[in-house]
C-alpha cells in the first residue's frame, strides 16, 4: 500500500530528538526552529514529560468518559493556575480543528444564532465548520460551504463596526487567531480584540480566541489574546498543549453552561493525554518558559531587525516571522539543506519561527549566524 503524502515532502527521515534538536536515519543533527508546525512547547523528549507518559501508560491508557478520570480534574485545575482563567470549564478534544468546531458549535447553542464571523487569511482547521471559517476556498471542498460565515478585512474596526451595526442581533460567534499562523503571522491589534469584546458583548455575541498555534505560552503570555487585557469567551487550544501528544481542548467562560449532549468525544481527555498535558504544564511552570519565550522572543526579534535584508520582522515571544525578498527567496531551502535548520513558511515569501518555548540563547545566536551566512552566500552565488 502506498502512503498518502499530506504535504510536499522534504526527503528527510527524522528518527529522533532531544529539546530543540531532532536527528534523521543518518545521525545528522538539525536545529529545530519550526518545533514540529509550533507543537513543540517544552522540547523534544522532555524527560519530565516522558516519564509521566511511561508512567501513566504502565496504569492505565485509556478508559471513556463514561466515568471519572481523577487526572483530568487534575489537569483542569493546572490549567486554570497558569492561564488565569480559574473560573472557566475544560472540555477535552483531540486537534486543533475539534476544538474550534465545538467552540464555533457551542456557541450557536449558547445564543441560538447562526452567523460566524471570521477575518481575511484566517486557519481554524479541516473539519466542516472550521475549515468553513477558513479564508483559503481551495481546502473549503462544496459540501463545506455554507452562507453562515461573514469574512472581514483583518484589523479592520470599520467594517466590523459595520457588519455588527447591520447583522448583531445574528451574529453567534467572532472567531480570531490572537496571531494568524498559517496566515504569515499577522498580529491582532490590541485595539482591534478589545472591539470585538466590545461589540461580542452589546449584542450577546460569542468571542472566540483560537489559541492553536499562538497559545500555551509562545508569546509569552498564556494566550496571545491576553496582550488585549480583555477575556474572550471561548479560548480553543492544541498543539503546544500535548507537545507532540495530540491533546487539545477549550475553555469556556462562566455565563456559557453546556448542556449533556451539546459537546462530546471518545478519545478527548483519556488518561495518557492528560498526562502528557500536566507533564507540559508541569515543566512550564518549573523552567518558567513563558518568561523564557517573552525574553527570548524580544532578543530574536531585535536581533532579526537588525538584519537589513529581512522585511518586516513580526510577532511576540516565540512566534516569529518575516518577509523574505525575492533575491532570497531560496532561503529557507537553503537554512535545511546546507545549515540544517529547519523553519517554517508562509506563501508567499514568509519565514516563520515557531520553536519550543526552551530554546536556549546559544542557539538563538547560532541561528542568527547560520542565517547570516546562508544570506550572504545567497547574495554572492
Ligand atoms: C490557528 C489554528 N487553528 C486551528 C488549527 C488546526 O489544528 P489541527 O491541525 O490540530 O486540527 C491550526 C493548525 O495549524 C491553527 O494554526
Known sequence: MNLFDVYPLN??????????????????QYLDMYGGHAVISIGHTHPHWVKRIEN???KIAFYSNSVIIPIQKELASKLGDLSGKEDFQLFLCNSGAEANENALKLASFYNGRKKIIAFS????????????????????????ETGNVIFLPFND????????????KEISSVIIEGIQGV????????????????????????YIADSVQCG?????????????????DIYTMAKGMGNGFPVAGILIAPHIQPKHGMLGTTFGGNQLACAAALAVLEVMEQENLLHQAKDNG????GKLKEIPQLQNVRGR???????????????????????????GEAKPNVIRLLPSLALTRRQIDDFLEALQEAIDELLTS
Open 298 to 301: 524580544n532578543y530574536l526579534i
Open 56 to 58: 501513566q501508560l504502565e
Open 183 to 206: 496566515g504569515g503571522i499577522n498580529p491582532a491589534s490590541i485595539p482591534f480584540l478589545q472591539l470585538i469584546r466590545d461589540l461580542c458583548t452589546e449584542y450577546g455575541s460569542v
Open 121 to 144: 487569511k484566517s486557519f481554524h482547521g479541516r473539519t466542516s465548520l472550521a475549515v468553513a471559517a477558513t479564508d483559503n476556498p481551495s481546502i473549503v471542498a462544496p459540501v463545506n
Open 317 to 343: 515571544g516565540l512566534m516569529i516571522g518575516f518577509d523574505v525578498p525575492e533575491e532570497l527567496k531560496g532561503l529557507k531551502k537553503k537554512l535545511l539543506m546546507d545549515f540544517k535548520i529547519f523553519t
Open 216 to 232: 500555551y505560552g509562545r508569546t509569552g503570555q498564556f494566550f496571545a489574546h491576553d496582550y488585549a487585557g480583555v477575556a474572550a
Open 157 to 168: 474596526e470599520a467594517a466590523l463596526r459595520d457588519c455588527f451595526a447591520q447583522q448583531g
Open 11 to 28: 526527503n528527510i527521515a527524522i528518527t529522533s530528538a532531544k529539546g530543540s534538536y531532532v536527528w534523521d536515519a543518518d545521525g545528522v
